[in-house]
């Protein structure tokens, strides 16, 4: 489905809302960024939710009911969009759950979830979930966040990038990063995490710099403050795939001898269509990535079902939407009415099993899914040849090794 029927849907969704659903059929709600700088990530939330009903419902569905899918565009992710894409979804007939990728990045709505009483799944920035939850978590009995604790974002690319050295990998001449972010609640918290650990390390930040969020047109004022520092680490947090892209191809105009390491964007299709060859040797982790390697076979399972059905990769979230829907068709097998809401919220809450990711468990104390090697991992990716995506950390789930980017020395 391309962008302009996935915003056709949303639209369609909107006239429809006041439609009454068959009392058989649930309608389960999805906000995407169907249109602006995220679209490519929306339209894997649609992907992922449409896959999993269409095999429920060829299944004969669950409990006797079956399903559809009803779409609300979050747009650029505003409060304002955010609000009117939540409202339209709970005022909708027939409505008994709302998914998301992410909505907000400060995950505000989860507030209008609770409010309404609606079960909820979100896999967005789990600090700022989390933030809204331990206020008084009984509040907050109907919504959990499928993305895990995001602490391994701030701390541990600092040990991946040593280990990597210490294994004589890479060469740190004067142990200086570059820490470029983007403002917004999602890019900004990892930096700010990131200085943090890295000053604890003992490494030296040259280049601190931070773009107003949204599209940027020209990376290039900051790129001549990391060629005068000649940092060892290059980082970036802006995690929408044009910006960083942009960030690649005009590092490489006249690369340092860096180790270049971009959060999440590279993760999505688009960016290595964007940057081709330019992005052989760039660095990326992930929480909630699938797992895509022998040591863990969902993940190789879907992430092989999902391009067969789809004819292209998963990101982070068609496979991951894929596992949230059938969080919700679990918990609705067990609890068996739709609309006692509360036991349906319950009944995910304690689902533990094995997903893409690794092995969902929700902390109770947060309702954030727990984060580490025996739960879901912190990944760490490397793009190679041909737009290979391997995985090169944890060692128990890795399905390739680091190759030294083809702009560094050794």
């Known amino acids: 489905m391309n962008r302009t029927s996935l915003a056709a849907l949303a639209f369609t969704t909107a006239l429809c809302g006041s439609l009454a659903a068959h009392a058989d059929t649930v309608r389960i709600g999805l906000l995407a960024p169907l249109t602006g700088p995220a679209a490519a990530d929306g339209e894997e939330f649609v992907r992922g939710v449409e896959w999993a009903i269409e095999e429920a419902n060829a299944a004969g569905g669950v409990a006797g009911y079956t399903f559809e899918l009803v779409v609300a565009d979050v747009r650029d992710q505003s409060a304002a969009n955010v609000s009117s894409a939540a409202e339209r979804l709970l005022g909708t007939s027939g409505v008994e759950v709302i998914l998301t990728g992410y909505a907000s990045l400060t995950m505000f709505e989860v507030e209008l979830m609770a409010e309404a009483g609606m079960p909820y799944i979100a896999a967005g920035p789990s600090p700022s979930f989390a933030a809204i939850t331990t206020q008084n978590i009984e509040d907050y009995w109907c919504c959990w966040s499928y993305t895990a604790s995001f602490t391994g974002y701030e701390t541990d690319v600092m040990p991946a990038v040593e280990s990597l050295a210490e294994r004589g990998l890479i060469t740190l001449r004067d142990r200086s990063v570059a820490i470029i972010s983007s403002d917004n609640a999602y890019s900004r918290t990892i930096s700010e995490g990131m200085k943090v650990s890295f000053e604890e390390g003992g490494w030296n930040i040259v280049v601190d710099e931070m773009v107003p969020f949204g599209e940027v047109g020209d990376w290039r004022a900051i790129l001549a403050r990391v060629r005068e520092t000649q940092p060892d680490l290059v980082i970036n947090t802006d995690y929408l795939p044009g910006n960083s892209a942009l960030f690649l191809n005009q590092f490489l105009d006249a690369p340092t001898d860096s180790l270049v390491f971009l959060q999440y964007a590279p993760s999505v299709p688009e960016f290595v269509q964007l940057t081709g060859e330019n992005s052989v040797g760039v660095l990326y982790n992930l929480i909630n990535a699938p797992l895509d390697s022998e040591g863990w076979p969902r993940g190789q399972e879907l992430m092989r079902a999902y ?74 990716w490397q793009l190679q040849e041909g737009g290979a995506r391997v995985l090169i950390e944890p060692a128990a789930y890795a399905n390739g090794e680091f190759l030294l980017p083809p702009w560094m020395s050794q």
Do not use: K, W
Not at 312 to 327: C, D, F, H, I, R
């Open 307 to 380: 391009e067969a059905r789809f004819g292209m990769e998963s990101g982070v979230y068609g496979v991951g939407l894929y596992e949230m829907a059938n969080l919700y068709f679990e918990a609705l097998a067990e609890v068996g009415d739709p609309t006692d809401r509360r036991a349906i919220a319950a009944a995910i809450g304690v689902i533990q099993r094995p997903t893409v990711a690794g092995n969902l468990e929700f902390d109770p104390e947060t309702h954030v899914a727990l984060q580490s090697n025996d739960h879901i991992p912190v990944s760490f």
